[in-house]
């Protein structure tokens, strides 16, 4: 039987003295609605955690358990407090505003820090992150920590997305059934960043920040229908957050609109001198001021499919029929708002992997149906991680044990039983190498990664037709733009069911607008056109 957990005490208290926030529907409001409240005087910043507190304990610890939030702050009645006689402004645009933190990004509080890890249960950190300074300086009450995919899904081949060893399994509040067999999701919450969407799309927190090194926010965005910002890498800092790859990893935010995106990139994006990737940043003074319903009107849209050279057709060829109509109704949508759609395949060189850029790892995940084959694994992964997580250890974490990567190694096959449900085939891999990036095949594997990403990828196909935005099917452009350091803005596109054959409830299927690095003013400016012509958004039913 599952021990009593204090934390859920707390909840429960909390919630029982929850009032209804005027004439707001937390459920599905907009944070810009939310903003609007509060500085009306509409509702109090102390009245609106409650309540979302209280949608906690009843979607995430009760009704359907969607566990998406590993644990509220236990300060964030009192933050939410000093900010009862304040209202938001141009200085604190976020004042009393409740957002949750994927629980990879640092706090300097009462609050762990984990990355969903038995083996940094408890630990702390040694100060905020650069993005909760940020977020607190704009006024944020940070209302928790949620649930992710343990290490950011760097811990073991084929581990379920929104699983972690501490936190447990994170549910799509759309279809949060799981398989009888192996307790997994059928309709996958998406990973890694799985609690903060999850959070967001059952109205849990006004938004939440999540990250990214290939896919992590835009999967669980688009499984989730949210709206997301995944940046070109250097717009927001990675200071204090538990890394895999300085070469491609990001925070950004989640939303349900992209007017509430572009606010939160406002107060995110800023230089600093601890990610020094920031340094060289590009950004307008308003992410929010070119947002127009117009926007789409001659933005030429690259739309990677080509059924005449259909072994090259790897973005939209192989989609599943439904994917494939939902995204035929999407450029339909873009051609009456006036886009121009250029059809055309991506340089077969730009998306396939460019020699020495994999290596082997041996399967040893035990519910994997592939165990004890070789899966092939991103090396840049692989030899970054070892070095940022050791330097994360050293520098940032408080209140545990736990320096190394070979420690957290050593606990997990001490702990096996707790910790390596799934294995930890990826950290040993990562272990073994020297973990000072001096390894030639690794300075080998990134310059071929930009090389293809970027240079015979993304460029090459902006260049050659002119276009101001490349369009992609849920995160299937993920990798491409995350090697090149590229943004991508997703916004929900529809609606499809099923999955490997079984039957489903209908779940959300967001559409990517990717682009050149510094680029998501322009990209916001078209998901948005898009999302007002659109609507496609709405909550999960029943909750």
């Given at each position: 039987m599952k021990k009593p957990n204090p934390r859920d005490a707390r909840l429960a208290a909390a919630a029982a003295g929850a009032e209804a926030p005027s004439g707001l529907a937390l459920e599905n409001q907009p944070m810009s609605d939310v903003i609007d409240a509060l500085a009306s005087g509409r509702v109090a910043a102390t009245t609106l955690a409650k309540g979302y507190i209280a949608r906690i304990e009843a979607c995430d610890r009760g009704g359907p358990v969607l566990n998406s939030v590993r644990e509220v702050n236990p300060d964030a009645l009192a933050i939410a407090g000093t900010f009862d006689d304040t209202r938001p402004s141009p200085k604190r645009p976020l004042a009393g505003v409740p957002i949750l933190l994927k629980d990879n990004i640092a706090t300097g509080d009462k609050q762990p820090t984990t990355a969903g890890s038995l083996a940094l249960e408890g630990a702390r950190a040694v100060g905020d992150a650069t993005v909760v300074k940020l977020l607190r300086d704009a006024g944020a009450v940070i209302l928790g920590k949620t649930n992710l995919t343990e290490f950011a899904n760097i811990l073991a081949i084929d581990m379920p997305?929104?699983?972690?060893?501490?936190?447990?399994?994170?549910?799509?509040?759309?279809?949060?059934?799981?398989?009888?067999?192996?307790?997994?999701?059928?309709?996958?919450?998406?990973?890694?960043?799985?609690?903060?969407?999850?959070?967001?799309?059952?109205?849990?927190?006004?938004?939440?920040?999540?990250?990214?090194?290939?896919?992590?926010?835009?999967?669980?965005?688009?499984?989730?229908?949210?709206?997301?910002?995944?940046?070109?890498?250097?717009?927001?800092?990675?200071?204090?957050?538990?890394?895999?790859?300085?070469?491609?990893?990001?925070?950004?935010?989640?939303?349900?609109?992209?007017?509430?995106?572009?606010?939160?990139?406002?107060?995110?994006?800023?230089?600093?001198?601890?990610?020094?990737?920031?340094?060289?940043?590009?950004?307008?003074?308003?992410?929010?001021?070119?947002?127009?319903?117009?926007?789409?009107?001659?933005?030429?849209?690259?739309?990677?499919?080509?059924?005449?050279?259909?072994?090259?057709?790897?973005?939209?060829?192989?989609?599943?029929?439904?994917?494939?109509?939902?995204?035929?109704?999407?450029?339909?949508?873009?051609?009456?708002?006036?886009?121009?759609?250029?059809?055309?395949?991506?340089?077969?060189?730009?998306?396939?992997?460019g020699p020495g850029t994999t290596m082997a790892v041996l399967n040893r995940n035990p519910l994997s149906r592939n165990k004890g084959n070789p899966a092939m694994q991103w090396i840049v992964f692989l030899y970054e991680l070892k070095r940022g997580l050791n330097l994360y250890l050293a520098e940032w974490a408080a209140n545990t044990a736990i320096k190394t990567m070979a420690e957290i190694v050593a606990f997990n096959e001490a702990n096996a039983g707790r910790a390596l449900r799934f294995g930890q085939d990826l950290f040993l891999a990562a272990n073994a190498t020297k973990g000072d990036l001096s390894e030639r095949e690794y300075k080998s594997a990134r310059a071929m990664d930009l090389l293809a990403a970027k240079t015979r990828g993304i460029d090459a196909y902006m260049n050659q037709h002119r276009l101001d935005a490349v369009l992609f099917a849920g995160s299937t452009g993920a990798t491409i733009a995350a090697k090149a350091g590229y943004p991508s803005v997703m916004v929900p596109g529809g609606f499809v069911s099923g999955i490997d054959g079984k039957d489903t409830p209908d779940y959300p299927l967001g559409i990517t607008f990717a682009g050149r690095a510094w680029s998501e003013h322009k990209l916001l400016r078209l998901a948005y056109a898009f999302e007002q012509a659109t609507s496609f958004r709405r909550p999960p039913p029943g909750l």
């Open positions: 997305s929104g699983y972690s060893s501490l936190g447990g399994q994170v549910k799509n509040p759309y279809a949060p059934t799981l398989n009888d067999d192996r307790g997994f999701p059928i309709v996958s919450p998406g990973g890694s960043s799985s609690g903060s969407a999850v959070a967001v799309a059952a109205g849990m927190c006004a938004a939440s920040i999540g990250s990214e090194t290939s896919g992590s926010l835009l999967f669980p965005a688009s499984q989730n229908g949210l709206v997301t910002v995944k940046p070109t890498v250097g717009l927001i800092s990675r200071a204090g957050i538990l890394p895999i790859s300085h070469s491609q990893d990001t925070a950004g935010p989640m939303t349900r609109t992209v007017l509430d995106a572009a606010m939160l990139l406002n107060v995110l994006a800023a230089k600093d001198a601890l990610d020094p990737a920031t340094l060289r940043q590009r950004r307008p003074a308003d992410y929010t001021a070119g947002l127009a319903r117009d926007a789409m009107k001659g933005a030429r849209i690259g739309v990677p499919s080509d059924p005449a050279d259909p072994f090259n057709d790897c973005f939209y060829g192989k989609l599943p029929p439904k994917w494939g109509a939902a995204m035929a109704a999407v450029i339909a949508v873009l051609e009456d708002l006036g886009a121009v759609i250029v059809r055309a395949n991506i340089p077969t060189r730009g998306w396939i992997a």
